[in-house]
């Protein structure tokens, strides 16, 4: 089974797109979580992640990060590993 896979993401974020593309062209769990209208809900992903931009991406527990660095652990080989052994 691959685990879960959160995007906190907003509808007008190119680099949203990029990432759930790619994450669906590796047929992932994704849980899509737009932060546009909904403020606690981009403070939840700040909180967790540190970060204020969009995409914040976690595989399982582990925080990835944004789409440069998930398609830089696509391009490594690993994220295939995370997505297909990973808990």
């Not at 991406?57 to 696509?74: A, N, P, T």
Request: glycine share 8%; hydrophobic share 30%.
């Amino acid at each position: 089974m691959t685990p879960e896979v959160i995007i906190y993401s907003s509808d007008y974020c190119g680099f949203c797109f990029r990432a759930r593309r790619l994450l669906e062209s590796k047929q992932a769990n994704i849980t899509e979580l737009c932060v546009d209208e909904d403020h606690g809900l981009r403070e939840k992903m700040m909180r967790k992640s540190g970060q204020r931009t969009v995409p914040q991406i976690w595989i399982g527990k582990q925080h990835i990060g944004g789409c440069d660095d998930l398609y830089q652990l696509d391009q490594s080989g690993k994220l295939d590993l995370l997505l297909y052994i990973s808990k």
